[in-house]
């Protein structure tokens, strides 16, 4: 006997106004994801599903509805997987910047370590009123090398980050902290490799701009379009989404 499969169902709950749409079940249980009714509702399940117990009368080919209350449909994948709101994607980034930050300073400490140093000189002659600093914050040649450095191995970490994690668990730390999953649009299964170097060429283009003078506003610029743009998409796809052909699901 095999229990019913994960999809969209007709759904069950009896206080859901008419015309009922279609609730997620996980395979599990009943989500609070829902869908407006397509055409016509989904086959009863394969012969041997088995049906959990309490099976309201009207849906016997369906899961029991649990406990719920007013929802509002989500975007899902085209096979019914419901995607990431903006706000848990954009935690889980900062987590893993801070992430990839820390990590980055600890492998390039000694420049960054000059860095500091050549700070702290800087603000030494400017407090002290030394009449060879210019009295203002400016990237000194002793600065510009340590953070060249620091830049280099920044972008080194974060791709190793990437696609270690993309392709062994489908999601960076940050996204596995806020239940987030990396897949296909179209198709789920375990990331191709170029589809991860895609995602992060694409995400990573400020970080390149920012090495390249006159042209890392650029990149800022394209660097903020590129993290809003799921705001105001239909798939939720941010740009470096759309170039891999991913989306970020919600797996809990």
Known sequence: ?????????????????EPKGQRYWDGQQWTEHLQPAPGSYPQPTPGGATVPSGAPAGYASYPAA?????????ATTPDGQPLSGWWRRAVAYV?????????????????????????NRMTDDILSGNPDGSGVMVVTEDMAGPLMTIGLVA????????????????????KLALGLRVRLRETPGQLAYGTILARWAVESVNRVAGFLPLIGFLGSLFWLLDHLWPLWD????????KVAKTNVIRVR
Do not use: C
């Open 155 to 174: 972008l080194v970490v974060s791709l190793v980050y990437t696609v270690v994690f993309l392709r062994w668990k489908a999601a960076t730390p940050g």
């Open 1 to 17: 006997m095999t229990q019913i499969p994960a999809g969209w169902y007709p759904d069950p709950d009896p206080e859901a106004p």
């Open 95 to 119: 987590i893993d910047v801070v992430i990839i930050n820390v990590l980055s300073w600890i492998i390039a400490f000694p420049a960054a370590r000059d860095y500091i140093d050549a700070v």
């Open 66 to 74: 649990g406990g719920y209350g007013t929802q509002v449909a989500v």
């Open 234 to 241: 239909a798939k939720k796809q941010a740009i470096h989404d």
